[in-house]
């Protein structure tokens, strides 16, 4: 599962068979229930996670009392690597969506192979400044556009990170909740049911086993609108 779960990795997918087989050592596995934490905000950061396995969501507490999700990830992402890097205590908790498993690193044994592949600094270089991008972006859409359209973007980005089509809808992979919807676009619950309820009147989107499906011409095209 070590193998699997780095060759999915952007970060790691750059070393060959025989590199990642020399490196494997050095990671473990893990396993967490549905709902269960794996890091909580304020802790040291001393290991580097992959996931593997199943889905994480991250997410930061405010003075409010609120939660709000700042990604969800799927496997072969990286949760936690900035704060490990920097080496200062996690900025954000991170809390297994369902049954997960994850691969993980400690911090010294990350910094020694990257020394044996230099390559990996500049992967993970790359890595971060995607991140980074795709965070500004979100942080435009909240501050500059309509909840429909933050929602609609939402949707749209998960379903091409995480989804799989049949007959014009893609599927995004894991549920999702309409609390987990408004704390990713910054609204109240009640603001996002009738968004969702809007989007499924019009055919935007429809539930198939419990999961959000989207038709993703109709939402490509209300998104140029």
């Keep these: 599962m070590i193998i699997e779960a780095l060759k999915k990795s952007e970060v790691f997918s750059c070393l060959k068979d025989d590199e990642l087989n020399n490196i494997i050592s050095y990671f473990d596995t893990i396993n967490y229930k549905n709902n269960e934490t794996i890091f909580s905000e304020g802790d040291p950061s001393d290991k580097f996670y992959i996931l593997a396995e199943g889905n994480v969501k991250v ?54 192979i990257m020394e044996e592949y230099p390559i990996l600094k500049l992967e993970i270089v790359k890595y971060f400044s995607d991140k980074l991008r795709d965070a500004h972006e979100m942080l435009k ?32 992979s894991f549920s999702l909740t309409r609390q987990d919807i408004s704390e990713m676009v910054g609204t109240t619950v009640e603001t996002c049911i009738r968004t969702m309820s ?15 499906a989207i038709n993703v011409q109709s939402f490509e095209r209300y998104l140029e609108e």
């Design 198 to 212: 809007k989007f499924q009147k019009s055919g935007l989107v429809k539930s198939t086993d419990g999961k959000i």
């Design 59 to 112: 997410l930061k507490h405010t003075m409010m009392g609120k939660d709000i999700i700042l990604e969800i990830m799927s496997p072969g992402d990286i949760f936690g690597g900035v704060a490990v890097l920097d080496n200062r205590p996690f900025p954000a908790s991170a809390q297994a969506m369902k049954a997960t498993t994850v691969v993980k690193i400690k911090r010294q044994d990350l910094l020694t």
């Design 141 to 172: 859409n909240i501050a500059t556009e309509r909840v429909e359209r933050r929602i609609a973007s939402l949707l749209l980005k998960l379903s091409e990170k995480v989804g799989t089509e049949k007959s014009g809808y893609r599927t995004i």
